[in-house]
């Protein structure tokens, strides 16, 4: 499907809503030489495309991963070089930059070609540059003078433009494509998504004349299997419509995927053979049915794919459970039924292998397993490498590793990375240094490495050619919870899978767990809905740029042509139209509301007045035992033993960290050991009532939270301390209702009112309820329709206001603090430029502004958290808690303006900042850290803090100490690892 301008704007500022065009005939002659240096022809959809960018137009190509699309920004360089002018490919992370980097270095030479990636630049005045998408909103933000590199600029390429979904980072794409020159060609490469075409209608109205391309057709065909029963079985089988086909909306039987063309060929080639005994054998007379896509919707053919009865068969009888053993006397225990057989990460391997299934990818969802999932497959005896490709294999890593310190490298855990490399198996995942990821990339594309352990960061785009793609479970933990896959994650997953021009076919093996419902997993397979929503709102950093440029009226009308307004502008008009539908009910509903006792309004009004009053009440004695809880939380002191009250984490506890300061509002966060030798970090829900110290526990000064042997033996000091046995219930307080004069005032009015004698009183009440319970959802959808009115501009009213409280805007001029704030690019903007206005980092050793700058980027992972270990240095403890009141300030201010962008230091880096910058080795800092911290997070932490360093040193005041202290910071911290690493 393809879709376009249907003609002149038909208003002022107006577009045209894209619609069907069609594939062109014609061939452009620099398309023509441009296909010659592939070795495969071009798709439909890529010749539109390129056809149209060449006829002068933007485009939009949604198409599955793996399907070429790519390309289409390959020719858009192609054409820059071609006509003299130049080409921005932006993509959304460093590694992809990188590797299209050297694609585009190896099709037009080194000379042609530049790279900027914030912490690397190469040749930056080439024709073609590769950057990350945030190089180049700083370029469109830079003062004139630095908007150089925009010189005939033509082409901008915005790999992976889904991204604008993105909640931290999403934002950055929606304003380059806003603030691009309006006549520089925008091609826009995007995964696919369910609502193509609103996203294809916003750009028609922001960029002009687009050209839309959507393509969901699959150029590899793509098998999916389930792993179950020492077999590996198809998902769906070729045959009649029967029990496991999933069902249509009115019950009647539907497809789970379009027709076939009847016996596909490809997938596993002897179970295709009829051969009983291969791997995916499927049910005599059928035949396993491809993937192809959604596109093949049209086909007619007599084999219509339905789900493999034999997995339906596995699912009833795993959910039989065996029968609960009976108790003594209670007759014979009868044998468990025997469960599916669930296969080691080994034994999936060497399936797979003797399948012909590999190179295989496996998604584990977590780092550890990733990592144990190697050790296993190398304690196992698996070797799926020969002599020579083991010793290709100890060339290439001798070479990539050569310049890590020898002590370094025994730190990273390099003779165990090694040793898996030289079996073919190896993980990837982001608590890897990045040079060792890479080498696993190069050695996996180069088939050296055949099979890979990842998370999901793997499925972000890089380039790893995969037959097939293994699921070990259909679900992951989402930061907060664990969830199920999506459908769009199910795809991109299962996208790596038959990459073009490498395999003819793909694979997609699901390992059956218990519970695993086939029926669901087709649901998941066939369903195609990733909707792209926007994550857009205006920053601190954007404002004043903005108004710089633009001034604050003309400011607010661009930020309104965002995708967020476009979507929010559309979900109006649905809601206006339940806004009428519900008045007409009102209005029914008011007939009926009619007593001859008295008005049935105002009787009710007396029994909500109640209501509100007696919930008032609760509320007042709610915070009262929240601001005791507080103020005993504010007296603990480290070694107290409390008993924690309710949560999860309910029992004694000893506390390590009051944790009093750098929480705001939200009161003191205790990080304590629990008796079960579990360290967290607890909050006010975990004590709904005042907590008191019941004794005290010697905590060691060498104390480590993450050694499993402090936690036992501080634990065990624990449950030695005398400590008086937990009462009963409490006695209940005597409730505030009972006294409160208002309330019984309220009450004698309503028993002296007429309606309260009227028989039919309850039936009035219950009309008078609905017709409460509709206007109250009536103005609830009214504040939606103005709450989506002018959505992101009212966001920016608030944000301008906030920055004119603080000095940094003017009305429409932008102050020299404000100026100062336009330069600096983090989620923690405001706060940086207030420690730099504040002086709070003057006087700072480089070891101690590191640490200091550190808590501004540094984020832990997941709930478990521990005490934060701070460097001795006093100068340091001062800025930290100047850091700390300056956040508390600035959170207060943004409340009073209905805000809330930034979040509160954290100061679990500082040790490691502190010690890596004071010339710590890479062993030290990370043992005596006190963290889960693997290779990777260090160096990714690392590269923030030093964006951050680099970012103080240009925009720090010239009579600051701190620019010259910053650059000294940064070569502090530019060492070792961290240098290597940041290096290509």
């Known amino acids: 499907m393809s879709t376009a301008p249907a003609g002149p704007p038909s208003g002022p500022g107006a577009f045209p809503p894209a619609i069907p065009t069609a594939i062109p005939t014609a061939i452009p002659t620099a398309l023509t030489g ?62 992809l930059s990188n590797q299209k980097y050297t694609d585009l270095v190896a099709r037009h ?193 007599p084999a219509r794919p339905r789900i493999n009865p034999d997995l339906i068969r596995l699912s009833r009888q795993d959910s039989r459970r065996p029968p609960r053993p009976r108790g003594r006397g209670g007759g014979a225990v009868a044998p468990p039924r025997e469960r599916p057989w669930v296969p080691s990460r080994p034994e999936v391997v060497r399936h797979l292998d003797r399948a012909g299934l590999l190179p295989a990818i496996t998604f584990v969802f977590s780092r550890a397993g990733c990592d144990a999932a190697v050790s296993a497959c190398v304690r196992a005896g698996l ?42 198996i190896a993980a990837h995942h982001a608590g890897m240094l990045p040079t060792f990821k890479e080498v696993v990339e190069e050695l996996f594309v180069r088939g050296l490495v055949r099979a890979v352990f990842a998370t999901e960061t793997l499925a972000l ?83 004043v740029n903005l108004v710089g440029r633009l001034g604050r009226t003309e400011a607010r009308s661009v930020l309104e042509s965002s995708f967020a307004q476009f979507q929010a502008d559309r979900a109006v008009v649905g809601l206006a139209r339940q806004v009428r539908r519900n008045s007409g009910a009102l209005d029914e509903l008011a007939a009926e509301l009619t007593c001859e006792q008295g008005p049935v309004s105002e009787y009710a009004r007396l029994r909500e007045e109640i209501r509100a009053r007696e919930a008032a009440l609760s509320r007042e004695g709610a915070n009262r035992r929240r601001a005791e809880a507080l103020e005993a939380l504010s007296r603990l002191r480290v070694g107290d033993v409390v008993r924690v009250p309710a949560g999860r984490r309910s029992g004694l506890a000893v506390v390590l960290d009051p944790g009093v300061n750098g929480h705001g509002d939200d009161g003191p966060r205790p990080v304590v050991l629990t008796v079960d030798r579990q360290v967290r970090r607890l909050s006010t829900v975990d004590f709904p009532v005042a907590v008191e110290a019941l004794g005290r526990v010697r905590v060691p000064r060498t104390f480590n939270p993450r050694s499993p042997q402090s936690r036992r033996d501080l634990a065990s000091s624990l449950r030695q301390v005398d400590v008086p046995p937990e009462q009963g219930r409490r006695a209940r307080e005597r409730a505030a209702a009972a006294d409160d004069t208002e309330l019984a005032r309220l009450r004698r009015a309503l028993r002296a009112h007429p309606v309260h004698g009227c028989p039919e009183r309850e039936a009035h009440l219950r009309v008078m309820d609905r017709h409460a319970k509709l ?173 951050l360093l680099d970012q103080i040193v240009q925009v720090a005041p010239e009579d600051s100490t701190v620019r010259g202290v910053a650059r000294a910071a940064l070569d502090a911290v530019r060492r070792g690892v961290v240098a290597y690493a940041m290096s290509i």
């Not at 002599?387 to 310049?403: G, K, L």
């Open 775 to 947: 206007r109250r959802e009536t103005d609830t959808l009214q504040r939606r329709i103005e709450n989506r009115t002018n959505t992101v501009a009212k966001i920016f009213d608030r944000v301008c206001a906030a920055l004119e409280t603080l000095g940094y805007l003017r009305g429409d001029t932008v102050t020299a603090a404000g100026a100062l704030l336009s330069r600096v690019y983090t989620e923690q903007d405001l706060l940086v430029a207030e420690c730099l206005r504040d002086g709070v980092w003057e006087g700072l050793s480089p070891a101690a502004l590191a640490a200091a700058v550190s808590t501004l980027v540094y984020e832990p992972r997941g709930e478990e958290a521990t005490a934060a270990k701070t460097p001795g240095d006093p100068g340091l403890r001062d800025a930290l808690t100047a850091t700390a009141r300056i956040a508390g300030r600035l959170r207060d201010i943004e409340a009073g303006h209905g805000l809330d962008f930034l979040r509160p230091p954290e100061p679990g880096f500082a040790w490691v900042a502190f010690g890596w910058a004071s010339g710590g080795s890479l062993e030290k800092v990370l043992t005596d850290s006190g963290l889960d911290l693997t290779a990777g997070d260090f160096v990714r932490w690392m590269r923030q803090l030093i964006d």
């Open 383 to 424: 070797r799926l490498t020969t002599t020579e490709e083991r010793q290709t294999i100890r060339e290439h890593v001798r070479a990539r590793t050569a310049s890590i310190p020898a002590d370094d490298l025994r730190v990273l855990g390099y003779w165990e990375w090694l040793d898996g490399l030289e079996c073919g």
């Open 109 to 301: 030479g080194a000379g042609a070609v530049g790279l900027l990636t914030g912490d690397t630049t190469r040749n930056p005045d080439a024709p073609v540059i590769v950057m990350t998408t945030e190089v180049l909103r700083n370029m469109l933000y830079a003062q004139p003078a630095g908007r150089e590199r925009l010189d005939r600029l033509a082409f901008v390429v915005m790999d992976e433009v889904h991204y604008l979904a993105d909640r931290q980072r999403g934002a950055v794409w929606e304003e380059v494509i806003i603030h691009l020159p309006a006549h520089v060609q925008l091609v826009s490469l995007s995964a696919t998504v369910s609502n193509a075409e609103e996203f294809a209608d916003w750009l028609v109205t922001v960029r002009g004349h687009t050209r839309v391309v959507v393509s969901e057709h699959r150029p590899v065909p793509l098998w999916q299997h389930v792993l179950a029963d020492r077999q590996l079985h198809d998902l769906f089988v070729a045959g009649p419509l029967a029990a496991g086909t999933l069902p249509g909306p009115r019950g009647e039987a539907a497809d789970v995927f379009p027709r076939t063309r009847g016996d596909a060929a490809g997938g596993l080639g002897r179970a295709r053979r009829g051969d009983a005994t291969a791997p995916g054998t499927v049910a005599p007379g059928t035949t396993a049915a491809p993937v192809t896509g959604p596109d093949a919707a049209g086909d007619t053919g």
């Open 461 to 543: 785009g890089i380039n790893m050619p995969a037959r097939t793609v293994v699921l070990e479970r259909l679900s992951k933990f989402n930061g907060e919870t664990r969830a199920d896959i999506t459908p769009g994650e199910y795809t991109q997953f299962t996208g790596r899978a038959g990459r073009r021009g490498i395999d003819i076919e793909g694979h997609a093996v699901v390992l059956w767990q218990p519970g695993l419902d086939p029926v669901a997993l087709a649901g998941l397979a066939s369903a195609r809905t990733y909707p792209l929503r926007s994550s857009f709102r205006p920053s601190y950093n954007m404002a």
């Open 34 to 95: 441009f296909v010659s240096g592939y070795p495969f022809g071009l798709d439909p959809f890529q010749i539109e495309a390129c056809t149209a960018l060449d006829a002068g137009e933007g485009v939009l190509v949604a198409a599955p991963t793996g399907a070429g699309k790519t390309v289409v920004g390959e020719f858009a360089a192609h054409l820059a070089l071609a006509r003299g002018q130049r080409c921005f490919y932006t993509t959304p992370i460093k590694a």
